[in-house]
């Protein structure tokens, strides 16, 4: 079967420090992964999604970047955070054949 | 316009009762329909999934989608308090689409 792992739970950073996320999917080859970010109060929003290795799409223009280096690991990166990135950020899977997402547990992050 | 919306609630209920959730949306190109439930602290997951106009049913649960008039539903017959949580609908362009697009959701709870 499929897992997801998605690290750390929570975590609290300054203003201005760097940030890596880390997602892992198990199981599977060549998955679509997403990040999404769920600010409080508001809904999903689609951040960056991957098609392949080294394939990365961005939804919304911002201090943030993503990176696939490997097949099934999908990072969430940022050099320099903002008050504004505090939210709980979602990693998720699916296949490109298959319907809707798995997601990960997901991280809070707060911002200092 | 949101591509989604959703009335965020809450929604407070008795045990028992029985729930009816509600989205619109506003691509008339959406083809693809889900229902997330999400609990508290915790990544959303997969509960029920429609394609085009039609109702769907899985044991308490009972999705229906109406293309006409762009109008998404979920109902929750004998409602537990084990399903309080926050309903997210979800609508796609094509099957496995890279862009899953959410609604608001709206937060539930079942009182005992």
């Known amino acids: 079967s499929q897992t997801i792992h998605q690290w750390p739970a929570t975590l609290v950073q300054p203003v201005g420090s760097p940030l890596s996320l880390e997602c892992t999917v198990e199981g599977t080859s060549n998955p679509n992964l997403y990040w999404y970010r769920q600010a409080a109060g508001r809904g999903l929003q689609l951040l960056f999604y991957?098609?392949?290795?080294?394939?990365i799409s961005s939804e919304v223009p911002q201090n943030l970047s993503a990176s696939r280096p490997q097949d099934r690991q999908f990072i969430l990166s940022s050099k320099k955070l903002l008050l504004s990135d505090s939210g709980f950020y979602l990693c998720?899977?699916?296949?490109?054949?298959?319907?809707?997402?798995?997601f990960g547990s997901g991280t809070r992050l707060t911002i200092v | 316009q949101k591509e989604v919306e959703q009335d965020p609630g809450p929604l407070s209920v008795p045990e028992g009762a029985i729930v009816s959730l509600n989205c619109t949306y506003s691509n008339s190109a959406f083809q693809y329909f889900m229902w997330y439930r999400q609990y508290s602290r915790k990544g959303p997951e997969l509960l029920m999934y429609?394609?085009?106009?039609g109702n769907k049913e899985d044991g308490r649960f009972t999705a229906q989608v109406d293309k006409s008039s762009k109008y998404i539903s979920l109902f929750i017959r004998d409602s537990q308090p084990s399903d309080s949580a926050t309903y997210l609908c979800a609508s796609s362009l094509i099957q496995g689409a890279q862009k899953l697009v959410f609604g608001q959701g709206t937060r539930l709870t079942i009182n005992p």
């Open positions: 991957s098609v392949g290795i080294g394939q």
């Open positions: 998720a899977w699916s296949w490109a054949s298959n319907y809707g997402y798995t």
């Open positions: 429609t394609y085009s106009s």
